[in-house]
């Protein structure tokens, strides 16, 4: 059974840079698509970006300025790392795979890590 | 960037109702359509993807159809396990990957 956990920071100050990682265990990262998802506190979901196994990566425009995804294939982890974090990006940081089946559809994700910005 | 409008916004419905929440894309995005459950404090599950097709381990009382701009979600008689909010995905167009605004399903 696939299993993905989020670990990171649960509070931060503004201007920092956000550093979460995702565990994946029970299977390979290959030939899936890697991507972080965030869910602000009573709202909808807004798509990060994500990394394919082979390590090419697509984020969204609207914070592609500031974000960064990676991925650690030894140790089965991806990482997502925010800079300059404002009140604004105080959601749950959620980890989800992508099939590389042609819809693109997210069939596991980690239980979310939530991520507070505040002074 | 796809824009994806969900409706009705919420609603309230009984057990053993047929229930239907729409999704409606801003353009054509033929069937690159999924769906996803999501209840209070979990992760989203996925439900549907391709449009209509069932993924592993979903009940049949939910089922998708839709193709071009507009897609349905049916649960064809709502479970006590099904009070949730439900939210559709584009993926034909990415960057960005999008999705709609939600449908919070509540108990009458």
């Known amino acids: 059974q696939v299993q993905l956990q989020e670990s990171g920071p649960g509070l931060m100050k503004p201007s920092e840079t956000l550093s979460l990682t995702c565990t994946v265990s029970?299977?390979?990262?290959?030939?899936?698509?890697w991507s972080w998802i965030r869910q602000p506190p009573g709202k909808g979901l807004e798509w990060i970006g994500y990394i394919y196994y082979s390590g090419s990566t697509s984020y969204n425009p609207s914070l592609k300025s500031r974000v960064t995804v990676s991925l650690d294939p030894s140790k089965n982890q991806l990482s997502l790392r925010l800079r300059s974090v404002t009140a604004a990006d105080t959601a749950v940081y959620y980890c989800a795979r992508g099939r590389d089946s042609g819809w693109f559809d997210f069939d596991y994700w980690g239980q979310g890590t939530l991520v507070t910005v505040s002074s | 960037d796809i824009q994806m409008t969900q409706s009705p916004s919420s609603l309230s419905a009984s057990v053993g109702d047929r229930v239907t929440i729409t999704c409606r894309a801003s353009q054509s995005i033929n069937n690159f359509l999924n769906w996803y459950q999501q209840k209070p404090g979990k992760a989203p599950k996925l439900l549907i993807y391709a449009a209509s097709s069932l993924q592993s381990g979903v009940p049949s009382r939910f089922s998708g159809s839709g193709s071009g701009t507009d897609f349905t979600l049916t649960i064809s008689s709502l479970q006590p396990e099904d009070f949730a909010t439900y939210y559709c995905q584009q993926s034909y167009s990415t960057p960005p990957l999008t999705f709609g605004g939600g449908t919070k399903v509540e108990i009458k």
């Open positions: 029970g299977g390979s990262i290959s030939s899936y698509y």
